[in-house]
């Protein structure tokens, strides 16, 4: 989701489409930026289909359930999660309003971060995120194998100080990137 | 529970701008939380680990503690309380047979911390008061002095408008 509304807020600015990212050859476009010669292991993906969007946005899970099925299509590795509904006041009137809040997908790339470590599955961990709450998981990556690089490769104006500090190298996604990564046309 | 371990387990809640009138929120806790069980399982800190809680967003941390150490009977079991009447909220994971503990009011009773967190809550509450009047003092002394208070004390007489 993280990377999603950074496409929207490209989308903004360039008033181009770039939801349609192809989230496998922006990963591999960033290889370059890598010590020696890296290649990619697997490229795994993290999201929640959005029920709660269909009654306000009808067709919003076809889109994106089929945009699931293309990444997929690429070979990447998909974990949907879920969005669980939450009371929330309005910090202006004071008034109550269910707002809803992406579950389990922060856990499981931690613990999918600590298991690629623990196992041994990678040299180099690449996190395309601008979540704070992944930090601890990244200290503890370090920790338990101080040898392997984990790479925080922030979606444009996703980039968070904490995160880009705590990781061994930091990098920002740009506009141009999202717009030469999109997939075809169906 | 002294100030200092106060002080750390607020480290991780967010506390908006109109903090106490909007509730603080918890940040991060849930990964803090996944991470540290992850890992003291996967270093064999421990044989096995209890994760007590309802959270459904955990069941990736326990999902991977069985990837990590698949065992039988697996490293991780699952822990909730029971409360009379209700169903269990206690987490479980697809095609795994976690051991689960229930525990009871009874139980509870026994283990209560009974610490008025909220007082220890004020305490931080004037801390945060005194930082912040310390950098109004600190503007303060770089502002030029005051000249309407020495006019008016030294010629209680004149009036701007010159009468």
């Not at chain 1, 004071?94 to 997908?105: A, I, L, P, Q, Y």
């Not at chain 1, 704070?132 to 194998?145: F, G, S």
């Not at chain 2, 996944?34 to 003291?40: I, L, Y």
């Not at chain 2, 909730?80 to 689960?100: I, M, N, Q």
Request: charged share 25%.
């Amino acid at each position: 989701m993280n990377l999603y509304h950074s496409a929207l807020d490209a989308e903004r600015v360039t008033r181009r489409l770039l939801r349609g990212l192809d989230v496998s050859a922006l990963c591999r476009s960033y290889l370059h930026a890598l010590p020696g010669r890296s290649a990619v292991t697997s490229v795994m993906y993290f999201s929640a289909v959005a029920h709660h969007r269909e009654s306000r946005r009808p067709g919003t899970v076809t889109r994106q359930v089929a945009y699931f099925k293309a990444l997929e299509a690429t070979g990447v590795q998909l974990h949907l999660g879920h969005f669980k509904a939450k009371n929330q006041l309005c910090p202006l009137c004071g008034g109550g309003f269910v707002g809803w809040e992406e579950k389990e997908t922060d856990v499981a790339i931690g613990a999918r971060l600590l298991e690629l470590i623990c196992k041994d599955m990678c040299d180099t961990a690449v996190l395309v995120t601008g979540d704070t709450d992944l930090v601890p998981a990244i200290r503890a990556a370090r920790r338990l194998d101080p040898t392997k690089d984990i790479v925080a490769l922030q979606p444009y104006r996703r980039v968070n100080r904490e995160l880009s500090r705590c990781a061994d190298r930091a990098l920002t996604i740009r506009v141009a990137s999202y717009a030469r990564h999109q997939l075809p046309e169906v | 529970m002294n100030a200092a371990d106060a002080e750390e387990c607020l480290a991780g809640i967010d506390h908006p701008n109109d903090w106490p009138r909007r509730a603080a929120q918890e940040k991060g806790i849930d990964v803090a939380l996944a991470v540290d069980f992850v890992v003291m399982v996967a270093n064999r800190a421990c044989d096995v680990g209890i994760l007590f809680s309802s959270d459904t967003d955990l069941v990736p941390a326990l999902e991977a503690v069985l990837a990590l150490r698949p065992q039988d009977p697996p490293a991780c079991e699952v822990a909730a309380w029971a409360a009379p009447g209700g169903r269990p909220r206690s987490l479980s994971v697809r095609e795994a047979r976690l051991r689960r503990h229930l525990l009871t009011e009874g139980e509870y009773r026994s283990v209560a911390d009974l610490t008025d967190v909220s007082r220890v809550l004020h305490v931080r509450g004037a801390v945060r008061i005194e930082v912040l009047a310390l950098h109004v003092d600190d503007k303060q002394g770089d502002l030029p002095v005051p000249k309407v208070a020495d006019h008016v004390s030294s010629r209680p007489d004149a009036h701007p408008d010159g009468t």
